[in-house]
C-alpha cells in the first residue's frame, strides 16, 4: 500500500510559478511510475502529466505541456510538478498519483493522494 501526500498549493497570480510535491511511503518508490492530476469545480478529473519509473521520461496533457515539468527523486520517495505561467484556469485541486506503467497511471492511477489546492487569480 502506497501513501502519498501532495503539497506546495496555494494562492498566485497569473503568470506566477508554483512548485507541488508528493511524498510517497509505504513501497518501494522507484517500482512506480507517477503522475499528477487535476480537477477543477463542476469538471471531471483530468490527467496532467505522468513520469516513468526511472524519470527518464514524461508525458503532459496539451493544456499544459510547455509550462509544467514532472520530476522525481528517487533517493528521497518524491514527485514534483513544477507549474509556469499560470493562468486562471488552471485553478484546480492537484492529485498526485501512483501506478505500475506510466500508461497504466495515466488512466488509472492505483494510488491517489488528497489533493491540493491551486489558485490562479487574473
Known amino acids: 500500500q502506497v501513501q502519498l501526500e501532495e503539497s506546495g498549493g496555494g494562492l498566485v497570480q497569473s503568470g506566477d510559478s508554483l512548485r507541488l510535491s508528493c511524498a510517497a511511503s509505504?513501497?518501494?518508490?522507484?517500482?512506480?511510475?507517477m503522475g499528477w492530476f487535476r480537477q477543477a469545480p463542476g469538471k471531471v478529473r483530468e490527467f496532467v502529466a505522468t513520469?516513468?519509473?526511472?524519470?527518464?521520461?514524461?508525458y503532459y496533457s496539451d493544456s499544459v505541456k510547455d509550462r509544467f515539468t514532472v520530476s522525481r527523486d528517487n533517493t528521497k520517495n518524491m514527485v514534483y510538478l513544477q507549474m509556469n505561467s499560470l493562468k486562471p484556469e488552471d485553478t484546480a485541486v492537484y492529485y498526485c498519483?501512483?501506478?505500475?506503467?506510466?500508461?497504466?497511471?495515466?488512466?488509472?492511477?492505483?494510488?491517489w493522494g488528497q489533493g491540493t489546492q491551486v489558485t490562479v487569480s487574473s
Open positions: 498519483a501512483a501506478g505500475s506503467l506510466a500508461t497504466k497511471v495515466r488512466r488509472q492511477p492505483d494510488y
Open positions: 509505504g513501497g518501494t518508490f522507484s517500482n512506480y511510475a
Open positions: 513520469i516513468t519509473r526511472s524519470g527518464a521520461s514524461a
